[in-house]
């Protein structure tokens, strides 16, 4: 019940915001609005749910279930159905935590190349990652290959100081932090240097065939079309693509040049691609974040 109810009665002011109405606790007893309580009682069910399956709630979670409920696509949400996605270096079990990280995951399983588009905070980037951390461990793939066009900010790398590594760096950091997360930052380094992980600009792919690897294409929307294409034709055997991108956010002078918004049309429909499309209701960022992006999107 303490959990279920949070910190300082977080959860429940959480579920009061959503319905916009009065929740009152008085020990193993919650007395809501008798024409929200059907929705209400599915929350607090599904909330009892995730504390038995795994031992914590979040406001984040709770927010997610209202939001749910009040689209009336709470009761085909199961939380149970969730497998941990990767295990970290502390031990933290990884799991998806909506219902579109779910169906991503289930993509990236049984699929070869999966696009996942979805604004910031979706945890498209981090779910790529933990699941090529997860197969890597596995040893169902030798390598794990991280690249993305480097466009932020219109410089070129020839302009930045330092190494090739030095200059591509900066742009690879939400990468970089997602696997010392998953493996610790000594384990990264040791596999950087016997080239187990590999992380590289995007204009380095040109050429090479990619065998027994997960690669990974972050911030895709930044491709152009003949960057895509090359791309995608780099698969070899026993590879995996996951290509990653929020196509409001578009760096290219022309965004209609996007090589992930071609992708995703023309790709549609074959079999061994998925397109999953991540959407604001799979914000798993501060619970600010989605009201940022919803606010964001009425102005664009």
């Given amino acids: 019940m303490q959990t279920l109810i949070g910190s300082h009665d977080c959860h429940i002011r959480a579920i009061e915001k959503a319905f916009d109405t009065e929740v009152v606790v008085r020990a193993q007893k919650i007395k809501v609005e008798e024409a929200l309580a059907p929705a209400i009682e599915l929350v607090i069910e599904k909330c009892l749910e995730r504390i038995q399956d795994r031992g914590r709630l979040s406001e984040s979670d709770v927010l997610y279930l209202c939001d749910l409920a009040k689209k009336g696509e709470l009761k085909t949400f199961s939380i149970k159905r969730d497998a941990p996605v990767v295990k970290t270096k502390s031990g933290k079990l990884i799991y998806p935590k909506t219902i579109g990280q779910t169906i991503l995951c289930s993509a990236l399983e049984n699929n070869n190349i999966v696009f996942s588009t979805g604004v910031a905070g979706t945890g498209k980037t981090y779910l790529a990652v933990a699941y090529a951390v997860s197969e890597l461990k596995k040893e169902k793939v030798e390598k794990i290959i991280l690249t993305r066009p480097a466009v932020e900010a219109g410089e070129s790398l020839g302009f930045l100081p330092g190494d090739m590594k030095e200059k591509v760096d900066p742009y690879l950091r939400p990468l970089y932090d997602a696997l010392n997360e998953m493996l610790g930052a000594e384990i990264v380094e040791k596999y950087l240097e016997k080239e187990i992980i590999e992380i590289a600009p995007l204009a380095f792919m040109r050429g090479r065939t990619l065998n027994d690897a997960i690669v990974i294409l972050d911030e895709a929307q930044n491709t152009t079309k003949a960057q895509m294409k090359m791309f995608l034709t780099r698969m070899g055997r026993n590879a995996k693509m996951i290509v990653t991108g929020d196509i409001t956010q578009i760096d290219l002078i022309r965004k209609k040049d996007s090589g992930l918004t071609q992708a995703c ?36």
């Fill in 265 to 300: 049309e023309i790709l549609e429909g074959i079999e061994g691609i998925e397109i999953v499309h991540l959407h604001d209701s799979d914000v798993v960022r501060n619970p600010l974040v989605q009201k940022i992006i919803e606010r964001y999107a009425k102005v664009e």
